[in-house]
Nanobody, 127 residues
C-alpha cells in the first residue's frame, strides 16, 4: 500500500512561487507514474501535471504550462511541483496521486487512472 504525504502548501501573493513536495512510502514497484491534481469546492478534481516512470516525460494542463514544473527524485521517492507566477485562480487543494504501473499517455490526465492519493495541501493565492 503506497502512502503519499504532501507538503509545501500555503498562502502566497499573486506572482509568487511555491514548491509542493509529495513523499511516497510503501512502494513495491519500480515502474510508477505520479501526478498532481487540484480541487476547489463544488468542482471536480482537475489535472495539473504528471511525470512518467522514467522521469523523462512530463505532462501539464494548459492552464499551468510554462508556470509549473513537475520533477522527481527517485532516490528520495519524492515528486515535486514548482509553481511560479501564481494566480488567484490557482487557489485550490492540491493532491498527489500515484499509479504503480505503466500508464498510457491517453490516460495520464484522468483522476480515475490513479490508485493512491495523498491527503491534500491547501494553496491560496491572494490578489
Amino acid at each position: 500500500q503506497v502512502q503519499l504525504i504532501e507538503t509545501g502548501g500555503g498562502l502566497v501573493q499573486a506572482g509568487g512561487s511555491l514548491r509542493l513536495s509529495c513523499a511516497a512510502s510503501g512502494r513495491t514497484s519500480s515502474v510508477y507514474n505520479m501526478a498532481w491534481f487540484r480541487q476547489t469546492p463544488g468542482k471536480e478534481r482537475e489535472f495539473v501535471a504528471a511525470i512518467g516512470w522514467s522521469g523523462s516525460s512530463s505532462y501539464y494542463a494548459d492552464s499551468v504550462k510554462g508556470r509549473f514544473t513537475i520533477s522527481k527524485d527517485p532516490a528520495k521517492n519524492t515528486v515535486l511541483l514548482q509553481m511560479n507566477s501564481l494566480r488567484p485562480e490557482d487557489t485550490a487543494v492540491y493532491y498527489c496521486a500515484d499509479k504503480e504501473a505503466w500508464v498510457k499517455v491517453v490516460d495520464i490526465r484522468k483522476s480515475t487512472t490513479y490508485d493512491y492519493w495523498g491527503q491534500g495541501t491547501q494553496v491560496t493565492v491572494s490578489s
